[in-house]
């Protein structure tokens, strides 16, 4: 990755090896050594299904093969393994439900992801054809680390498919999914006037909804009971973000503004930022410097906040849709700038990669748990990029039977497995193999936003048929 000359292994060492000792509750230890490596309220939260050394190996690896492009030679090589992460499914649920679906499509997604699978054959492909399927109904910080399967792929370029990826043809995954996989309707929550954002609070206990009624619906996702904030704007409310580990949250507007809220105290407004001339469209905030807030408008302006200093910090261009900030360490920030995506060093604020191939707008993107991919939906495509490897499109999948794509994120529980909402229906699709998906009716209307919860395995999709659902 560039700039990667910057990354302090020496410091992220010492806060993997904080949170290894926090976790074998060696409190005591813990604490001398924090203070006598100067860690400061620094935290990382890693959770690493198959340790702590791989975990670190894992990282230092992307980072140490990165810094060799350009200085080593390219050379043929055979077979070569990569690892990416895909967290360990959840229990599955037997009843069947309104949205669920149904046995022929459960079957298919359990063959592809049997757990007993190595690296696949490449030379097999291993997924049977897609299969539309019905349903009865008309209608961040992340705490869960993912476990690692084998990718086996043939080189066949002259370049390391570790920094570049591979041909989709080529990408073969074996993972943790199971033969009891299902994916069902939960519960509708009624809305009005429209949705456009939906975002968890990092423990999956809140949910948090806007649109055009100018106010954020927040419920609570044990009793399904909602409250409403007072109205904080005077236009639609384009995009809203929970702070990573607080019930402190962010509303960006057309009118213009950027408002902070606490869910705990929701009858009035905290904090508004003025200084953006256009609309306001998108904002996110940094994963570990938790007073820093990103927004950006439709003059491709992008800002950053303190919402503790309450002052803008830096003003750039590079964002006109869309912005999201790597999960977990927040060294790139993501941007949509019509139909390219911009990979931007939050230190140095330059663009490291731009990321083109789609030729319309792109509506949505989203990163996956580990921070090394990133999906993109435009109307008649979705794709999903390698951060890791220049920015490079490894997968992309076409539209079809005049179905428009409009929001996307990742199975909290399947790290592979990508959602994507469009009119009426959630599509499941499984990168690696363009024939493999799922096609779930939903809603009556355009699924303007999709969010997931690591913390309890939810899906929620707020639609403009004025109602959010949730999935599992």
Same mark, same amino acid.
């Given at each position: 990755?560039?700039?990667?000359?910057?990354?302090?292994?020496?410091?992220?060492?010492?806060?993997?090896? !904080?949170?290894?000792?926090?976790?074998?509750?060696?409190?005591?230890?813990?604490?001398?050594?924090?203070?006598?490596?100067?860690?400061?309220?620094?935290?990382?939260?890693?959770? *690493?299904?198959?340790?702590?050394?791989?975990?670190?190996?894992?990282?230092?690896? @992307?980072?140490?093969?990165?810094?060799?492009?350009?200085? =080593?030679?390219?050379?043929?090589?055979?077979?070569?393994?990569?690892?990416?992460?895909?967290?360990?499914?959840?229990?599955?649920?037997?009843?069947?439900?309104?949205?669920?679906?149904?046995?022929?499509?459960?079957?298919?997604?359990?063959?592809?992801?049997?757990?007993?699978?190595?690296?696949?054959?490449?030379?097999?492909?291993?997924?049977?054809?897609?299969?539309?399927?019905?349903?009865?109904?008309?209608?961040? =910080?992340?705490?869960?680390?993912?476990?690692?399967?084998?990718?086996?792929?043939?080189?066949?370029?002259?370049?390391?498919?570790?920094?570049?990826?591979?041909?989709?043809?080529?990408?073969?995954?074996?993972?943790?999914?199971?033969?009891?996989?299902?994916?069902?309707?939960?519960?509708?929550?009624?809305?009005?006037?429209?949705?456009?954002?939906? !975002?968890?609070? *990092?423990?999956?206990?809140?949910?948090?909804?806007?649109?055009?009624?100018?106010?954020?619906?927040?419920?609570?996702?044990?009793?399904?009971?909602?409250?409403?904030?007072?109205?904080? !704007?005077?236009?639609?409310?384009? @995009?809203?973000?929970?702070?990573? *580990?607080?019930?402190?949250?962010?509303?960006?507007?057309?009118?213009?503004?950027?408002?902070?809220?606490?869910?705990?105290?929701?009858?009035?407004?905290?904090?508004?930022?003025?200084?953006?001339?256009? =609309?306001?469209?998108?904002?996110?905030?940094?994963?570990?410097?938790?007073?820093?807030?990103?927004?950006?408008? =439709?003059?491709?302006?992008?800002?950053?906040?303190?919402?503790?200093?309450?002052?803008?910090?830096?003003?750039?261009?590079?964002?006109?849709?869309?912005?999201?900030?790597q999960p977990q360490f927040g060294k790139i920030l993501a941007t949509v700038e019509r139909n390219i995506i911009n990979l931007i060093d939050v230190e140095t604020d330059s663009v490291q990669f731009y990321l083109k191939g789609h030729v319309k707008d792109i509506l949505s993107i989203c990163w996956d748990a580990s921070g090394k991919y990133i999906a993109s939906v435009s109307e008649d495509s979705a794709r999903v990029w390698s951060a890791m490897s220049g920015g490079k499109c490894i997968h992309e999948r076409l539209s079809s039977n005049g179905k428009k794509f409009q929001s996307c994120t990742f199975h909290p529980g399947y790290s592979q497995l990508l959602i994507i909402g469009g009119d009426q229906s959630l599509e499941l699709w499984d990168p690696t193999e363009n024939t493999k998906t799922?096609?779930?009716?939903?809603? @009556?209307?355009?699924?303007?936003?999709?969010?997931?919860?690591?913390?309890?395995?939810?899906?929620?999709?707020?639609?403009?048929?004025?109602?959010?659902?949730?999935?599992?």
């Amino acid at each position: 990755m560039a700039g990667s000359d910057d990354w302090d292994a020496e410091k992220m060492f010492e806060l993997y090896l !904080h949170d290894y000792l926090m976790k074998r509750k060696m409190h005591k230890t813990a604490a001398i050594f924090r203070n006598e490596a100067n860690l400061g309220e620094t935290h990382v939260d890693v959770v *690493s299904p198959e340790g702590f050394l791989h975990e670190w190996w894992s990282m230092f690896y @992307d980072v140490y093969a990165s810094r060799q492009l350009g200085s =080593q030679p390219a050379k043929e090589g055979g077979p070569v393994k990569m690892r990416i992460p895909s967290t360990i499914p959840q229990a599955a649920m037997n009843r069947h439900r309104p949205g669920q679906l149904p046995e022929d499509c459960l079957r298919r997604l359990a063959e592809t992801f049997n757990p007993n699978l190595g690296p696949l054959d490449l030379n097999k492909p291993s997924f049977p054809m897609s299969a539309a399927v019905g349903s009865s109904h008309p209608q961040q =910080q992340t705490h869960k680390r993912a476990q690692i399967q084998d990718i086996s792929m043939e080189e066949t370029t002259t370049t390391d498919p570790i920094l570049y990826g591979t041909p989709e043809a080529e990408l073969s995954i074996g993972s943790s999914y199971d033969a009891g996989f299902t994916f069902e309707e939960v519960i509708t929550l009624q809305c009005s006037n429209g949705l456009s954002c939906c !975002h968890f609070s *990092s423990d999956g206990e809140l949910l948090a909804t806007a649109g055009n009624i100018r106010k954020v619906l927040i419920w609570d996702m044990e009793t399904y009971g909602s409250v409403s904030t007072s109205e904080g !704007h005077t236009h639609l409310i384009t @995009d809203l973000r929970f702070r990573p *580990s607080s019930t402190l949250f962010a509303t960006s507007s057309l009118d213009k503004t950027v408002t902070i809220w606490d869910a705990a105290r929701p009858n009035k407004p905290l904090y508004k930022f003025l200084g953006h001339v256009q =609309q306001v469209m998108s904002l996110d905030f940094h994963p570990q410097k938790l007073d820093l807030l990103c927004s950006c408008d =439709q003059d491709n302006e992008i800002r950053l906040w303190n919402i503790k200093n309450y002052s803008c910090t830096r003003v750039s261009k590079g964002a006109t849709k869309q912005v999201r900030f790597q999960p977990q360490f927040g060294k790139i920030l993501a941007t949509v700038e019509r139909n390219i995506i911009n990979l931007i060093d939050v230190e140095t604020d330059s663009v490291q990669f731009y990321l083109k191939g789609h030729v319309k707008d792109i509506l949505s993107i989203c990163w996956d748990a580990s921070g090394k991919y990133i999906a993109s939906v435009s109307e008649d495509s979705a794709r999903v990029w390698s951060a890791m490897s220049g920015g490079k499109c490894i997968h992309e999948r076409l539209s079809s039977n005049g179905k428009k794509f409009q929001s996307c994120t990742f199975h909290p529980g399947y790290s592979q497995l990508l959602i994507i909402g469009g009119d009426q229906s959630l599509e499941l699709w499984d990168p690696t193999e363009n024939t493999k998906t799922c096609s779930v009716p939903a809603h @009556d209307g355009l699924i303007a936003a999709l969010a997931d919860s690591p913390q309890t395995g939810m899906v929620a999709s707020a639609c403009h048929d004025d109602c959010v659902k949730l999935w599992k």
